[in-house]
């Protein structure tokens, strides 16, 4: 049995996320009694930007009035659906896009939500262009406890070249993101590197220039190429790791390490949605949520969206079960992907057969280097950083493959 595993598993994790997926007309996939009242975590995309960076994979539409207003009308009733399903919601998740790009329709949201949930957390994703104080004061009387805006990169010859338009200086900007800063619980910048033409001085200004600004949580994406043309050549990979670990040995010097890919200011900041929360619901056109052991996504296209909650159903368009075998792999990247968890968290949950399953899998890893166990933890050796950054990189760039199969179908 653990030959065959080895076997299986061995040569990558990551070919378990090329998942194959079905067309769902059927709503009734957040129907299912749950016996445990557990609680869950509410993902919402707002797919609109002013600029389309092409670097980008998420859902996302240029920005136009008209429709952002439509699409707030919808998503509210989209939320109303969600509510009356009886699934205890407390944390919220409102990613794009650019979610603060419309402040009117943002507030409504925020109105809803906190009517229809007893909402504990709330995190709003923006870019740095998007944000003034009228905006900081709207989500903080909102409740919204984390920020996270996406800088990307300091040099703006990166930033062009990697597709990124934008029209504002960062000195222009620098001082709302301090204001933020100093506004919430958690404010967290994004920032990617393995861009193309990117080198080691562009890595170390940017690093200069975030620690400067100094917020509580930093993450620190490989660019991860869902189109070709977004790598230099060959001999990417061989960079992005020489700058992966250039950039953990200069961020550790500061930071905590908290995920493969993030830095936190205190060693308690632990506010990954993911982590805590592996299922959670989505509302939002092209939004994707893991709920009862089905990955499932809302429609793609605007018209779909729109029309199907105005006639009251809700707009999951495709979905894909989970075998025993794959639960198994997504709640171990989930865990390890925060670096260590306690052992005998997954394992407590699961059955004879599966329990025998998970052990092969922990073995295979532990054999391979890439964890390690004490008595109390599991955890990624040095090694094991670089091969799970790839197995999250791998886990987003198939995520991406559910919108391109849900965008070819027009679903
Ligand atoms: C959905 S975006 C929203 C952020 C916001 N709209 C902005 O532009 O700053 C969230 C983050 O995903 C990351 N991202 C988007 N496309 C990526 C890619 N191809 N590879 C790596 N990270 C990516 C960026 O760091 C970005 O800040
Ligand atoms: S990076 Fe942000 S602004 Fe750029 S297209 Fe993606 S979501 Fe929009």
Redesign the pocket.
Known sequence: MFALYLLLIGARIDKFYSFRYKPCNDISLLDCNQITKKSYSLYIHIPF?ENL?E????HKFPYNEINIKKYYKSLIAEIDLISKKNIQINNIYI????PTIYLPGLTDLFEKINLSFDVKSISV????YHINQQTLNALKSAKVNRL?????SFNEAVLNKAG?VNKRKYEEIKENIINARNLFETVNV???FNFKKQNINHIDYDIKNILELCPHQI?Y??????NKG?LDDIFSLSKEREMYFYIIKNMQKYYYMNSVWSFASKENIYDEYLVNNPEFLCAGCGSFGYYNGFLYANSFNLDNYINRISKGILPIVAYKRLNSLEKILYLLTIKLYSLKFNKFEIIENLDNRNKKIYKSIVKYLTLSKIINTDNKYIQLTKEGLYYWLNIMKHF?INVHSMREFCNSRKL
Do not use: A, K, V
């Open positions: 930007c960076c670097f980008c994979f998420f990613g794009g896009g650019t994703e923006t870019d740095p996270s805006i996406g800088i990307q990124r994004d920032l990617i993450t994406y490989p660019i991860m190429e869902h977004l987003y």
